[in-house]
């Protein structure tokens, strides 16, 4: 994590390892709004066919907690609403939490430069947003904390998970 940064960041190549994380974080005691996630659906999930047009948004189910098919199980219920994006060639682009308003909403095409832009704009490079992008596109799942105070805290939990972020990215 690069020093002074309020927002840690988290790639797991593993979905199954991005829930754990979103556990430990919850346990830690941080707020579903300072949480954020960004994925793609799985094909099999059914909530949005590649091939069309249309914008499905979904929303976690408070009781059984699922989220696009069940990736995340009842963690994902602790988030912020859930929004899936589709976009052509790739899928529907989940987002829940904190990143849900980078993509809810944002009709085809624009649900990827929402999230490089949200990235931008909450203090990341321009090719460490572009990297983040490219790695939820690639199919890995991006977390973000933001809290100024335990930043630190929410990157340790994180990579306690198998995480990695722009500047630990492996080769």
Same mark, same amino acid.
């Given at each position: 994590?690069?020093?002074? #940064? !309020?927002?840690?960041? $988290?790639?797991? %190549? ?9 556990? %430990? +974080? ?10 954020? +996630? ?13 091939? !069309? =047009? %249309?914008?499905?948004?979904? #929303?976690?189910?408070? *009781? *059984? ?17 859930? *929004? ?19 993509? $809810?909403?944002?009709?085809? $095409? ?41 930043? =630190? ?14 500047? *630990? #990215?492996?080769?």
């Amino acid at each position: 994590m690069q020093q002074g #940064r !309020t927002t840690a960041v $988290g790639v797991f %190549e593993d979905p199954g390892d991005a829930h754990q994380a979103l556990r %430990e +974080l919850r346990e830690a005691g941080f707020s579903a709004d300072q949480v954020g +996630l960004a994925m793609l659906q799985s094909p099999d999930a059914g909530v949005a066919d590649p091939g !069309t =047009e %249309e914008v499905h948004h979904i #929303r976690v189910d408070e *009781t *059984t907690g699922i989220l696009a098919g069940g990736m995340l199980g009842g963690v994902a219920g602790w988030l912020i609403g859930a *929004t899936a994006v589709a976009v052509p060639g790739l899928g529907a682009l989940v987002a829940a939490g904190a990143l849900v308003a980078a993509v $809810g909403g944002a009709g085809i $095409g624009a649900a990827a430069g929402g999230l490089l832009g949200h990235l931008i704009d909450q203090g990341f490079s321009h090719e460490e947003a572009r990297y983040y992008h490219e790695r939820v596109h690639g199919g890995s799942a991006l977390v973000t904390v933001r809290d100024a105070a335990r930043a =630190e805290q929410a990157d340790a939990i994180l990579r306690r998970h198998g995480a990695h972020d722009y500047h *630990t #990215r492996p080769a």
